[in-house]
């Protein structure tokens, strides 16, 4: 069992809403950590890890109830708003939130380092929160990151919504027109700037992108990067999970400046159950509802937690 003083924080991504959960207490009804990290935290806690999932709402605000698809309510315990991810928001905005929570999850429970577990855009408000701690000199440690279905160098959807993409790219699947057309009509309705215009490629990657500016920040610990790539066909945005390309979360492109240590893994799998549902594949064909997923992200977070790692 990993130590009590260390800790797994599964970060989920944009437009998410997401319960506040700790080892012993989850949500009273619905899933009992949200439709993105109910699977991945009982397989965590099975085996051994202390597991938190971090709280996100879809605009600001606490994280109450998610009454869409495979959502909760009554949740054991709602933090304020300023402890909580607005996963609309700015990407910076949310890692300001997010460190502010691994900050209280240290002073209340007494854990001095976190593993972060991230899906989607999860990875990216995970890395603007290391790179505000880092200038920090906080009482705990980030010690890792792993990052599912995040989309480091941009996500498809949102290329398309930035004009940098037509629908031409879904290659004629109109099932990814369709979900192109939806992101852009949500991104468009939120108010400016927010998390789904800063998921594009043109604001992440090139010379002078987000990514650049992180240089030197994940210097000291691996980064595990996994992909999906359930979906295939021709052209620039294939394979891809649904909405991040396989290039994408791999953080292909991405310099070593920016990323030095990496270990990379991919799986025929869709960004979420969501995305399961939308094309007919099983939940059990979700990033962070298979089993093969899981088994991979507890073997890693117990080899950096040995003595020896």
């Not at 309510?73 to 905005?93: K, Q, Y």
């Not at 990379?264 to 059990?284: K, M, N, Q």
């Amino acid at each position: 069992m990993a130590s009590s003083a260390r800790a797994v924080v599964i970060v989920s991504g944009g437009a998410a809403v997401s319960p506040f959960t700790t080892p012993d207490h989850a949500c009273g009804e619905g899933m009992a950590a949200g439709s993105t990290d109910t699977y991945l935290r009982e397989r965590l806690l099975a085996a051994g890890f202390t597991v938190y999932t971090s709280p996100a709402n879809a605009g600001p605000g606490p994280a109450i109830e998610d009454t869409g698809f495979a959502g909760f309510t009554r949740p054991a315990e709602v933090l304020d708003a300023d402890l909580t991810v607005n996963a609309v928001g700015p990407i910076d905005d949310a890692g300001t939130h997010l460190a502010r929570f691994l900050g209280h999850l240290a002073e209340r429970f007494g854990h001095d380092g976190f593993d972060l577990v991230a899906h989607s855009m999860g990875g990216l408000f995970s890395r603007s929160a290391i790179r505000q701690l880092h200038s920090a000199d906080p009482a705990f440690t980030v010690l890792s990151l792993t990052t599912i279905g995040t989309p480091w160098t941009g996500g498809f959807t949102a290329d398309f919504t930035a004009g940098d993409l037509t629908l031409a790219a879904a290659d004629g699947d109109q099932r990814f027109e369709q979900i192109m057309l939806e992101f852009a009509e949500e991104v468009r309705s939120l108010p400016t700037p927010n998390a789904g215009q800063q998921v594009a490629g043109r604001y992440l990657a090139g010379p002078d992108g987000w990514n650049e500016r992180q240089a030197g920040v994940l210097d000291d610990f691996e980064v595990t990067l996994i992909a999906g790539d359930a979906f295939h066909g021709s052209g620039p945005i294939w394979p891809h999970d649904g909405l991040v390309t396989r290039t994408s979360a791999l953080a292909s492109g991405v310099p070593a400046e920016v990323l030095p240590h990496r270990t990379e893994h991919v799986f025929p799998d869709a960004h979420s159950i969501y995305l399961c549902d939308r094309t007919g594949l099983p939940w059990e064909r979700a990033l962070t509802w298979d089993p093969a997923v899981a088994d991979l992200i507890i073997d890693t977070l117990h080899r950096r937690s040995s003595p020896t790692s």
